[in-house]
């Protein structure tokens, strides 16, 4: 049930300006939304194949019977008692479990022991999509804060819903240019790279991707979580996350989506 799409290779204006971010926040700048920039060029030398749809439960649950993985959350809890409204990825207690819903309360460790199983299952490489394909992903070659215009936002994102509403079934909106759903909003999203809020500064402009910090329990999340006003699901927003992140009461709005190589031809035929 995984479906992907193909990417070409490509450059990019990837990050935001300091100018940009003041149009979102007239009065003052949120600290943490100074990691967007500066806004840099970025090649990508390859292309890729990416997962139209953040991963399901049903598919993470697949993944878990055959596997026998048992997640970070549930490590935890294995020695702790569960506190009210605690998630855990088949119980995301703020909202009802569905099969059809973005598996959430996954922490990155869990995302890439996912992306071995499948690629053992598959026979080809899948992983985590780095900081700069994930972006420009989202962008679907638009320069501008969404991919759609911000007055269509409400038809390509799952946005401003209350935490115990919970995310929506993958794919109830409108794909973006490049065939990509629910790439702003509805959960926040690992990707490869750790985190830093100073990378951009001396980030390579070539098929960047940050592979140690000061900070290395901490990985990027990206596109923001069904809760999020628009301001807050720009291409551009970034996040780090620590792991344990994935089953606190915040875990409840994080998952993620896959990458595959672009050089398997099995993938090319499988995909279309």
């Not at 922490?107 to 598959?122: I, P």
């Not at 490489?125 to 969404?146: Q, V």
């Not at 301001?231 to 994935?246: E, H, M, P, V």
């Amino acid at each position: 049930g995984m479906r992907l799409v193909r990417l070409p290779a490509g450059s990019f204006q990837m990050g935001a300006s300091i100018d940009e971010l003041r149009q979102h926040f007239p009065s003052r700048v949120p600290a943490h939304m100074m990691a967007e920039i500066p806004k840099h060029s970025v090649t990508l030398t390859r292309p890729f194949w990416m997962g139209v749809h953040e991963v399901s439960v049903k598919q993470f649950r697949t993944f878990v019977e055959e596997s026998g993985h048992q997640t970070t959350g549930e490590i935890w809890l294995a020695n702790h008692e569960r506190l009210p409204m605690q998630p855990v990825w088949d119980d995301p207690a703020w909202y009802p479990a569905h099969d059809d819903l973005p598996v959430c309360s996954v922490s990155w460790d869990d995302a890439v022991q996912f992306c071995r199983w499948l690629s053992d299952r598959e026979g080809v490489t899948y992983r985590l999509p780095t900081e700069a394909e994930w972006e420009y992903a989202c962008r679907a070659g638009s320069t501008e804060p969404w991919s759609c215009k911000e007055g269509e936002l409400v038809a390509y994102a799952v946005l401003s819903r209350p935490w115990h509403d919970g995310p929506l079934p993958i794919g109830q909106r409108l794909a973006n240019p490049w065939g990509l759903h629910d790439m702003h909003g509805n959960v926040w999203e690992w990707c490869q790279d750790c985190y830093s809020e100073t990378y951009y500064e001396h980030a390579p402009t070539t098929d960047p991707v940050c592979s140690q910090t000061d900070q290395r329990r901490y990985h990027v999340i990206r596109g923001g979580a069904y809760k999020a006003p628009p301001k807050s699901l720009r291409s551009t927003i970034r996040r780090g996350q620590d792991n344990s992140g994935a089953h606190s009461d915040l875990g409840h709005g994080l998952g993620f989506r896959v990458v595959c190589d672009a050089s398997r031809p099995r993938v090319a035929r499988r995909s279309q």
